[in-house]
């Protein structure tokens, strides 16, 4: 019985590094050919290597180059019953290799060496790196030999002419086979090739990247038509992505519904995620809605998947005859599948980094534009104190507050809330501060000045269907009183005179900006000591905490009635109550904006600095404690 | 190595191998043992086991040592096949007369 040849997993190796001198690589060469005498080579391959690694190891020697003459040389051997290969690394400059080095004049005396080693090996391959080179030199061998003392014995075949003619045949067959094979391969390699270059080319276009490659996919697999799906964003449909003729391109398919079972191969290849064939000539009904190819299509049907997340379909087929899907064509279609579906995840993935940063930016702006809204200081007056505050929702919205010194004993104060957000929004509120500024030169009057404002703003208010909620009040330092209009905005809050609790100043009025001519009424009433009024946007009231709850006037009262003793200043009190009103949101996001304007007193009222009279007050509040005439 | 001075012919024998590490050595010996009267020089090569391309230089050198002497012959006695076919790839055996016998 005939031993069968085993071939080691790893090669016998011998690795030597040998001093930089000829008869060390002469006995090197030696040791190479001992070792390769052992691995049972025959005497007459032997010659071969010895010769082979001494011209290697010489060379290695005689072209080293100053201090690189001292570095010893490495010479090895591999050997497996089927390839011997020898390497000798050298230290230096290193040559260039010629493909086929030409057989040198007989009259020459050096020069050989090389010669003779690409004549004996079948491979050689100059290495080169920095300061060191490997040459590399390689022979195949023919099959093991037989053991030792064992004679060879050379197959018995007898070989007859049909033999041959048959074996010549099918050796043809086979070429042709895998040639095209291995076209189909490196076309479809090619083709995503293409598609990947485009892809990093090119974003605007990036939509129709699938048709290009589909294209591509009919011409490999010899079909006439194909279909795309896309799963949409919820994963409840196939939605119509591409189709080689707009015939095929068929209504959206539900694949989730109330009391229903998707039908039709493309659902139930994307429900299964699994690849189904089919024929309307056989199955009809189950090729829906793949029925428009024609009476006689057939095709393939491709879960378009990567790493278990389904993006979509893709169904190709041929509309009349058989469609010839071999093992080679599924799978080319599979790779494709497999291909679109990484780049199209990709794609979605990219998109949503981009929104996201986009998104990102917005909200930086918005916020910046909504700072630039407020008054970078408040005024600030002897004995009192004033603190405004604002958190910005997601979107730049219309919260804004300022406050006009008039003389060192009273103040205009004034909180408005644009109904629209963004860009517009920001230019109303900006435009309205400086006409109240204007405005407040002429009246104090918080109901004149609502009119005005609301004279100068309709027309452009109006003509974007935009309105503005504000409250004017016209405080007076000296006496407490206030005075307060509104149009269509929160009341105040504050501490009437001799009470406890906190009341609010509410009156009717409409927003700015419905009306043409609108006429505001006023109140007026008399703060307790130590003063305190609090002037807000609906954002605070409204703010929902967890449970959706709202956090209402009534604990907003309660705040400010336990919040009011005099000590605190008014920026202190303005942090607590930020701080009170994110404690009560908690995580819930916020919806809206928060504005709010605070004004309290230092101390009581007899130990209020005296003010300086330098600057002359222009209006005295109206004296009325009832609601006044208009 | 062992080489003798027969009047015209200097007969080279007992060379174990032509190597990078001998070939100078060789071809020094064998050049500096020419004297007029040499018309043959004769490299047995029946006991040479290996020889590299330095050895090939150093019988091409032997060559041109003869050539610039006319009439004189350089012979090339019974070398191992593998040495005859190394001869024959680098077409060196053109240069000599190789004699078997």
Known sequence: ??????????????????????????????????????????????????????????????????????????????????QIELRVTDHTPGFALPERIAPPSPLTERGRGLFLIQSAMDEVRYLRGTGENIL???????????????????????????????????????????????LLRSETLSSIFRCCAELGRIDSESESFEGRLLVDLLHLTSADWYVLRM?????????????????????TISLIGADYTPSGIEAS????????????????????????????????????????????????????????????QDEVIRTFAEFLAIQTLNISRQRKEVRNRVVARELEIAKDIQH????????????????????????VGGDFYDAIALGDDSLLLMIADVMGKGVPAALFATTMRGLLLGLAERSSDPAQLLSGLNRLLYKELSSVAMFITAQIVHVDLKTQLLTAASAGHCPPLFIPYGSHSVSSLSMQGL??????????????????????????????????????EAFGKRRLKSWLLSNSDPGTNAPEQRDRL???????????????????????????AGTRAAAPGARRSRQSASPLLSPANP | ????????????????????????????????????????????????????????????????????????????????????????????????????R
């Open chain 1, 1 to 82: 019985m005939p031993v069968p040849q085993l071939e080691p997993a790893r090669p016998a190796t011998l690795r030597l590094a040998f001093a930089p001198d000829l008869a060390s690589a002469r006995a090197v060469s030696v040791a190479v050919r001992n070792f390769l005498a052992e691995q049972g080579v025959s005497e007459k391959e032997l010659f071969t290597y010895e010769l082979c690694i001494a011209e290697a190891s010489n060379n290695a020697i005689e072209y080293a180059m100053g201090p690189n003459r001292n570095l010893k040389p490495i010479a090895e051997a591999l050997f497996t019953p089927s």
């Open chain 1, 136 to 182: 590399v030199m390689r022979k195949k061998r023919r099959a093991a030999r037989s053991p030792a003392g064992a004679p060879e014995q050379a197959p018995v075949v007898q070989l007859t002419l049909e033999t041959c003619q048959r074996e010549l045949t099918e050796s043809r067959a086979k070429m042709a086979k895998m040639s095209e094979e291995l």
């Open chain 1, 231 to 251: 799963l949409s964003p919820d994963g409840r449909k196939l939605l119509m992505a591409a189709a080689s003729e707009p015939d095929l391109a068929t209504e």
């Open chain 1, 269 to 328: 290849v994307a429900m299964s995620k699994v690849a189904a064939r089919f024929d309307i000539r056989e199955n009809s009904e189950q090729s829906e809605p793949l029925r428009a190819v024609g009476p006689e299509g057939a095709g393939l049907v491709c879960p378009l998947c990567f790493g278990g997340t389904l993006v979509g379909t893709i169904a190709v087929g041929r509309r009349v005859g058989d469609f010839p899907l071999g093992r080679l």
């Open chain 1, 372 to 395: 630039l809204l407020l008054p970078r200081t408040l005024p600030q007056m002897a004995g009192f104190g004033l603190a405004g505050g604002l958190q910005s929702a997601r979107e």
């Open chain 1, 511 to 548: 927003p700015l900006g419905v009306l043409p001519d609108t006429v505001y009424p006023q109140m007026s009433a008399r703060m307790g000591s130590p003063a305190v009024l609090l002037m807000y946007t609906d954002g605070l009231i409204d703010a929902r905490n967890s449970e959706g």
């Open chain 1, 578 to 604: 930020v701080a009170e009103l994110n404690r009560y949101r908690g995580d819930t996001a916020m919806d809206d904006d928060q504005a709010f304007l605070l004004l309290t007193e230092d101390r009581a």
């Open chain 2, 1 to 100: 190595m062992k080489i003798e001075n027969q009047g015209e012919c200097v007969s080279v024998s007992e060379i174990l191998e032509l190597t990078a590490a001998n070939s100078a050595h060789f071809r020094d010996e064998v050049r500096s043992a020419l004297s007029d009267s040499s018309s043959l020089i004769e490299i047995n090569l029946s006991q040479t086991r290996f020889m590299d391309s330095s050895g090939l230089g150093a019988l091409f050198a032997l060559y041109r040592a003869t050539a610039e002497r006319d009439g004189v012959v350089l012979r090339l006695l019974n070398p191992i096949p593998e040495i005859e076919q190394l001869l024959e790839l680098t077409q060196m055996q053109q240069l000599f007369e190789i004699v078997r």
